[in-house]
């Protein structure tokens, strides 16, 4: 039997594999005429779902991250000297802690950088322990 121009004899899987480029552990298989351009894409949306989750990473990070101690009361300080588990705060409403830092205004325009800050109506006391 004779062997096609340009194919090779994969010693991994035991085919033969006509323009055969690698075999991939990846995909567990030969790369060939016939799947490489299905390796291609592979490797293209790869590449665009590792960007995609490299942003969504930064979103957390840079975002989401802040927001957490928003969400429970304390300031990034507090967190990170521990003292926010020496103090016992009674637990608030997010919206009300939201509503400290963003303002009273309207909750659709606590993410909107074009407005000025709506003070609290009611003044805000200071603990005396610190």
Not at 34 to 54: I, K, M, P
Request: hydrophobic share 35%.
């Amino acid at each position: 039997m004779m062997r096609p121009k340009r194919s090779h004899h994969c010693s991994r899987c035991g085919h033969c594999v006509r323009r055969m480029d690698h075999h991939c552990p990846w995909i567990n298989n030969c790369v060939g005429e016939d799947n490489h351009w299905l390796f291609l894409q592979l490797c293209f949306y790869t590449q665009v779902l590792s960007f995609y989750t490299l942003v969504l990473d930064f979103c957390h990070y840079y975002y989401f991250q802040p927001l957490t101690p928003v969400n429970a009361d304390t300031t990034t300080i507090e967190k990170m000297s521990h003292s926010c588990d020496e103090i016992s705060k009674p637990r608030k409403a997010w919206q009300q802690t939201f509503a400290e830092v963003f303002g009273t205004c309207w909750k659709i325009l606590w993410f909107v950088p074009f407005r000025k800050r709506q003070p609290l109506r009611v003044p805000y006391h200071f603990t005396n322990s610190v």
